[in-house]
């Protein structure tokens, strides 16, 4: 931007240019960022940001994040993850029951939402109970894999 646009070419001629006689325009006054958010700020931090000094909970050394990791699916998508044909196979499969690998899906564990009607043999790291008796019922099968 050119000179003749910046707006203190406004304020030539006005001694203190808009920053008052007396406060003067000094440069942090206040301290810089979020200085003083615990004494001469703290009416702000209490007012618009409560809860942003202190601590809460416990602490956890370590965190290994993957050992939560553990992707779940209903009994109800089974066969929409699983891929085409596999439900019909399972149906027409006159005693050869598909096997469904849930870990290589991406899920790691089956929960009993929903209800299966035809013979499934299904791998995963984890059934729920629902889960497990529902296939069994169905007469399939459940495999822990690791």
Do not use: W
Not at 68 to 94: M, Q, R, S
Not at 116 to 124: H, L, M, N, T
């Amino acid at each position: 931007m050119p000179t003749r646009l910046h707006k203190s070419r406004n304020k030539r001629g006005h001694v203190s240019c808009g920053h008052g006689r007396i406060g003067k325009h000094r440069k942090h006054p206040g301290g810089r960022g979020n200085a003083g958010g615990q004494h001469h700020h703290r009416i702000m931090f209490d007012k618009y940001h409560p809860g942003y000094f202190g601590k809460v909970g416990m602490r956890h050394f370590h965190v290994l994040k993957n050992r939560k990791f553990t992707p779940t699916i209903n009994l109800d998508k089974l066969f929409n993850a699983a891929g085409d044909g596999v439900y019909e196979a399972a149906k027409n499969g006159g005693g050869k029951a598909p096997v469904i690998d849930l870990t290589n899906l991406g899920y790691f564990k089956l929960l009993g939402n929903g209800e299966i009607k035809v013979p499934v043999i299904v791998k995963a790291k984890y059934f729920s109970k629902l889960a497990e008796k529902k296939i069994k019922e169905a007469g399939g099968a459940c495999l822990l894999s690791a």
